[in-house]
C-alpha cells in the first residue's frame, strides 16, 4: 500500500495494488454518508486498485498523511 497527499488540494490518494491491472471505473461513495468526497477505483477484472479521499484532513489520520508527503509523492504547489 502506498499514500500520497497533496496539502493544497487536500487530497490522498491510497494506492491498494503494487502492480495494478488496467483501470476500469470509479464508484463514489455518497459525500453526506461519509462526510467528504472518496472515490474507489476498479481494475478491469473488479479489482480495487485504489481510494481518492477529497478533503483528506477532515477523513484521515494526521500520521496517514505525513507518511503520504514522505513517500516522495509530487506534491502540487
Known amino acids: 500500500m502506498k499514500i500520497i497527499y497533496d496539502p493544497v488540494a ?12 488496467q483501470y476500469s471505473h470509479m464508484v463514489a461513495l455518497d459525500p453526506q454518508a461519509a462526510g467528504g468526497m472518496i472515490n474507489f477505483d476498479y ?23 505525513s507518511e503520504g508527503l514522505e513517500s516522495g509523492a509530487a506534491v502540487v504547489e
Open 43 to 65: 481494475d478491469t477484472e473488479g479489482l480495487l486498485l485504489g481510494i481518492e479521499v477529497l478533503g483528506a484532513k477532515r477523513l484521515l489520520h494526521p500520521d496517514l498523511l
Open 10 to 21: 487536500d487530497a490522498a490518494y491510497i494506492y491498494l495494488q503494487s502492480d495494478p491491472n
